[in-house]
């Protein structure tokens, strides 16, 4: 192995043997990798040994390839699940390769927080410089390639791999966040010190979306759930805490508290509770940080009363809030407030019950729309909750109200997923075209390169990307004409450049009008009668011409990727759809509203105009459509997750539900402040 070539491999050419404890570290690490994977092979019924011996040797084998035990064959190779390197022959094959990568990508996204830290154990114990989390030894990249060689072993069929994949993704996720945190506690009780994370500045929040990064359904609890802290403690309340107390002028930070009397500051604090207490009926919001009783308070108190207030003045202008929204939510000012000088847990705890109730409640009165009228349904409840809390002193207060409200976001997501049923038949329809698009528009790329003549690439990506997707939604993956008609789009490319030897130019010039001929039966299945289909061809048809002649090709714009559409009414109930027709991107979004998964709320600037907003009450099968209903209205909308990233790309969708509204306030106060 050429070592000074490989970034993601011991970067000496004679690396030292490695000590008994890296060794020992290592083979554990193997062992547990295998008896995890066993064990998961077991709970989901394969127990013969002709099928877990090749799932384990395969683990095995990619744990030693990536571990720098056996020969390697690149980070590409350790992947293993690159879809360009699947023949179209077997298009089953290749979906198989796609939805195993979609899982390793879920896999990877759920066991974040683990796989991170487990990953920079591995750098130090394998002497690695600049390896991607990807290329763990027992990352889901290595456990997927094991999946592969496990439904090889048993001989699924098609279908069979791709409902395996879809019954392997939280068992497997639960399963190795176990096992990596194993693994930690094992590496951190040895010693074994984890590689520093090169330094990043914290990016401000967008405006729409919460600045990390798009999990997948499994991943991301929707709103009114518990959420765990970000990973590595991340805490934007304590840093702006940090910040304003440095910029204060007097006491250096911490040395407050020795300075002044113990009983001069109780009594300070007292009287600014009493102050609150006189504020609590006002209709104007108390100002403290600003007034003459702040510059009394300790430096400390006095930079946490600045941040609880520019919490709520954030909250104050939140657009996604109706103003009769943030006017009951304004009311918990002073009860943070209170907090504020009386509980440090409030700033230092990412989890603390009033920040986690506050952000439920932001959450929730988004999924109302910024239109919402004070006679709504919930605001009588929301009115009751917020006057509860305005007096809460303390955090018990906020524990004691979080059922109630998980409650109402419940209630709320069972009344629009009562909506769902009678469209789901027309959406799982509209998934499979949505399927069968996709795949047409991934063959076609990848026969296509960057040079491939604007004539051929506009008649493949319009007309022959339709017969495409009508075959496969009609005949399924594999099927003899689909490859026919695949194999014909690349001849078609391949006419685009003649042979310069004559015999070669001979033989090219002869199969032209047997191409043509063949292209127009394809035309012709999709209905386009003679004129309509001489159109189609015609930029082609010019291109060979001058070919022929020897003329330069005729100037052919590009055609332009299509955009997400929406349909007409479909259906008894009216269902539209929000999807694409033609050629586009095939990629998803990374956008946390292109994968959102079921209870979660999003907001659509419609492409007719208007808006619609709901909750996630359905995903399809492959988890490429899924439907929003809106209980308000009541409105139901099916719509690809492609056509959402698009939209979402563009500012036009939004997540509603966004949890953490308190980080991304103070966030956005440290980078207009940093």
Not at 143 to 163: I, K, M, T
Not at 393 to 417: G, H, I, N, T, W
Not at 632 to 657: I, K, M, S, W, Y
């Amino acid at each position: 192995m050429d070592i000074d070539t490989a970034a993601d491999t011991p970067m000496t050419d004679a690396p030292a043997p490695r000590q008994p404890l890296q060794g020992n570290l290592r083979d554990r690490s193997r062992a547990a990798l295998l008896d995890c994977l066993g064990g998961f092979a077991r709970d989901m019924g394969f127990t013969e040994a002709r099928w877990v011996e090749p799932f384990l040797a395969a683990a095995g084998e990619c744990f030693d390839e990536l571990a720098g035990l056996k020969d390697r064959r690149g980070f590409e190779q350790a992947q293993g699940l690159t879809a360009s390197r699947i023949s179209l022959v077997h298009e089953s094959d290749l979906e198989f390769t796609l939805e195993l990568t979609d899982l390793a990508r879920r896999l990877r996204e759920r066991c974040s927080a683990e796989l991170v830290r487990l990953h920079r154990h591995f750098m130090v114990l394998l002497q690695q410089h600049n390896a991607a989390v990807e290329q763990t030894p027992v990352g889901p990249e290595a456990v997927c390639r094991a999946l592969r060689a496990l439904a090889d072993a048993v001989g699924l069929d098609p279908e069979q791999r791709l409902r395996f994949v879809e019954r392997s993704a939280d068992p497997l996720g639960s399963a190795l966040r176990v096992l990596y945190r194993d693994l930690i506690a094992q590496f951190d009780s040895a010693g074994l010190a984890e590689k520093p994370a090169q330094p990043a500045r914290r990016p401000p929040p967008p405006a729409a979306a919460p600045a990390t990064s798009a999990a997948p359904p499994a991943a991301r609890p929707p709103a009114g759930e518990a959420q765990t802290a970000p990973p590595g403690g991340a805490n934007a309340l304590a840093d702006l805490h940090r910040q304003l107390l440095a910029r204060r002028p007097g006491l250096p930070p911490g040395s407050d508290q020795v300075a002044l009397d113990p009983a001069l500051v109780a009594g300070i604090r007292q009287q600014v509770l009493d102050w609150l207490a006189a504020q609590q009926d006002n209709a104007a919001p108390p100002q403290l940080a600003s007034s003459e009783l702040a510059t009394l308070l300790p430096p400390h108190s006095a930079a946490a009363v600045a941040v609880v207030e520019c919490i709520f003045d954030t909250l104050a202008g939140h657009e996604a809030l109706a103003p009769a929204v943030a006017e009951l939510l304004g009311r918990l000012r002073i009860s943070f407030l209170r907090l504020a000088l009386t509980d440090p847990a409030l700033l230092d705890d990412s989890a603390h019950p009033a920040r986690a109730t506050l952000d439920a409640l932001v959450a929730l009165g988004a999924t109302l729309g910024r239109d919402c009228a004070g006679d709504h349904a919930l605001i009588p409840t929301l009115d009751i909750l917020t006057r509860q809390l305005s007096t809460a002193a303390e955090a018990a207060a906020y524990v004691d109200v979080q059922a109630q409200l998980k409650a109402l976001v419940d209630e709320r997501r069972r009344a629009a997923a009562a909506l769902a049923p009678p469209a789901s038949e027309l959406a799982e329809r509209a998934e499979r075209r949505e399927n069968s698009l996709l795949l047409a528009t991934r063959a076609i790329n990848a026969l296509m390169s960057a040079d491939t003549p604007a004539a051929v690439s506009n008649f493949l990506a319009s007309s022959w990307l339709l017969l495409l997707a009508r075959l496969h939604y009609t005949h399924g993956d594999g099927h003899a004409q689909w490859r026919h008609s695949v194999a014909l789009a690349d001849r078609l490319i391949r006419s685009a450049y003649p042979p310069a030897d004559p015999p070669g130019r001979q033989s090219w010039l002869q199969g032209l009008p047997a191409l043509v001929r063949e292209l127009h039966l394809g035309l012709a299945a999709l209905g386009l009668d003679e004129a309509a289909r001489d159109k189609a061809l015609a930029q082609c048809m010019a291109m060979h011409g001058a070919l022929i002649t020897g003329k330069p090709l005729p100037a052919v714009t590009p055609a332009a990727p299509a955009k997400a559409v929406l349909s007409a009414p479909v259906g008894a109930n009216g269902l539209r759809i929000l999807h694409h027709l033609g050629h586009a991107p095939a990629a998803i979004s990374p956008h946390p509203a292109a994968t959102a998964s079921p209870g979660h709320w999003l907001e659509i600037d419609l492409p007719e105009g208007g808006s619609l907003r709901g909750c996630v009450v359905w995903t399809g099968p492959s988890q490429r459509l899924l439907l929003l209903a809106d209980p308000d209205t009541p409105t139901v909308l099916a719509a690809t997750r492609r056509a959402l990233g698009e939209l979402a790309a563009a500012h036009h969708c939004r997540v509603l539900d966004q949890q953490g509204f308190c980080e991304r306030a103070a966030r956005q106060a440290l980078g207009h402040s940093g």
